[in-house]
């Protein structure tokens, strides 16, 4: 494997998401191989494992890489989809917010309609994970994207998990920022509302799963109007 110098400079995620992408276009790992561990890219590129799952995050955004859960990361496109990463680059958040309200209050209510024992238990301990991930902020946006894509995964509509995977490297930019100016939030009203829609799931009520969702992120919105 061929040496790849440390990246030490501003926004590493960016800077280790462009080192990646240079690597699978020069031919490194083909179309459908498997990419190696954090623990193997993190040291190659001088970073560290979230830094490099935050760059895994941004090629998944572009339609490079796709995460397969227990399996690993893969190889599914050798360019980047660059005009749609600029459209999401430049979007307000509450344009992602806007977006997400659809994709999301739709899936929630498929999701009380399809969901499975193994759904339930897995946004069960999407939840639980939430609600103890106070050690960093970004621990915290991680954990709650990764609760809300429970959701979506719950739905089984792969148009809707691939269109929300789209929108996370910029939703959680953007949320990182916002709880930084605002020093935190209310979370154990914002963690009440997340379990509001997970139990109306979970009782198979779509319209009220759909409601909370939306009420949900409506206020989210509104909070950064």
């Known amino acids: 494997m061929r040496s790849v110098p440390p990246i030490r400079r ?37 970073v560290g494992r979230s830094t490099v799952r935050e760059a895994i995050r941004q090629l998944a955004g572009l339609g490079v890489l796709q995460t397969r859960q227990g399996a690993g990361v893969f190889v599914i ?12 680059r430049r979007a307000a958040i509450t344009t992602v917010l806007e977006a997400r309200i659809s994709i999301e209050s739709e899936a929630a209510a498929l999701a009380a309609e399809r969901r499975t024992p193994a759904d339930v238990r897995r946004m069960r301990r999407a939840l639980e994970a939430r609600a103890g991930s106070q050690t960093t902020i970004e621990d915290l946006v991680d954990a709650d994207l990764a609760f809300h894509r429970s959701i979506l995964s719950a ?8 269109m929300f995977d789209d929108l996370t490297p910029r939703q959680r930019q953007a949320m990182v920022e916002m709880l930084r100016i605002h020093h935190g939030f209310d979370g154990n009203e914002d963690h009440g509302a997340h379990a509001q829609v997970l139990e109306a799931i979970v009782a198979r009520e779509p319209e009220q799963a759909r409601t909370l969702s939306r009420d949900h992120l409506q206020s989210l919105r509104l909070s950064l109007s």
């Not at 739905?155 to 691939?162: F, K, M, P």
């Open 10 to 46: 501003h926004s590493l995620a960016d800077q280790a998401a462009e080192a990646l992408l240079e690597r699978i276009r020069s031919g490194e790992w083909a179309l459908g191989a498997k990419l190696p561990a954090e623990t193997t890219l993190g040291p190659q590129l001088g």
């Open 155 to 162: 739905s089984h509509n792969e148009i809707l998990v691939g």
């Open 77 to 88: 496109s050798l360019e980047a989809n660059d005009e749609w990463d600029l459209v999401l």
